[in-house]
């Protein structure tokens, strides 16, 4: 199994809203990563999990909660979100973390489409 | 701030022809990737090449790594019409985050 799979694949949700998006890969990867997507735009990093430890957290505002349950599992939790959030929301593993030698080709998952009104 | 910075920003070509993408960086790295991503959708990893090796192929495609210009290149032979994507190149900054560049949109023409 090499896929990485993430739900909902979309997601309209108000500003006052609580939702979560989910992502899950059974690779046996140990490393898991979140990343924002906006139209036309390059992905951008948001957070890393590595051995299910928060090992990189790029300013992302307390309004995107990420969670790791498990090696398996990772969430990202949504409140208060603002329409400016609205992008594509992507999840990847890779074999290992990243750095230095280590080859850690991501797999990516298809994205769930957020829409904040 | 973006490593990598694709040239062109978008290429349209005839199908059967070769498209070349040219991606440059600003940092020391340990390896470069290439992604393919289908509008709207998940990012595929296609080709990485480490910054001791200077050329590598994978099918049709072709990768070129020039640490001292701190450049690689992305070419595609015999284009086909499934080839129509963004792709974008990935570095390992020193802190080791892979950072990706803004893109290069193919349109593969009919």
């Known amino acids: 199994d090499t896929e990485v799979t993430q739900t909902p694949k979309h997601l309209v949700m108000g500003m006052t809203n609580k939702k979560s998006l989910k992502c899950e890969q059974h690779m046996g990867h140990r490393a898991m990563y979140w990343y924002k997507q906006k139209a036309k735009k390059p992905p951008e990093l948001m957070f890393v999990y590595s051995y299910e430890k928060l090992s990189i957290n790029e300013s992302v505002p307390s309004r995107f909660s990420p969670e790791c349950p498990n090696s398996s599992l990772l969430n990202l939790h949504l409140h208060a979100l603002q329409p400016e959030d609205s992008a594509l929301y992507l999840c990847a593993s890779s074999l290992t973390p990243m750095g230095g030698e280590r080859y850690y080709e991501q797999y990516f998952g298809p994205g769930t489409r957020l829409t904040v009104t | 701030s973006q490593q990598g910075e694709e040239d062109p920003q978008a290429l349209s070509i005839q199908e059967g022809e070769n498209a070349t993408m040219n991606c440059s960086y600003k940092?020391?790295?340990?390896?470069l990737q290439w992604y393919r991503q289908n509008s709207g959708r998940g990012l595929v990893h296609l080709i990485l090449i480490r910054s001791n090796e200077r050329e590598k192929h994978s099918g049709r495609l072709r990768v070129t790594l020039d640490t001292s210009k701190k450049s690689s290149s992305l070419l595609i032979t015999a284009s086909r019409a499934a080839d129509t994507a963004s792709y974008f190149c990935?570095?390992?900054?020193?802190?080791?985050?892979?950072?990706f560049g803004k893109g290069t949109r193919l349109h593969i023409l009919p």
């Open positions: 990935a570095t390992d900054a020193l802190d080791d985050k892979i950072i």
């Open positions: 940092t020391s790295i340990n390896n």
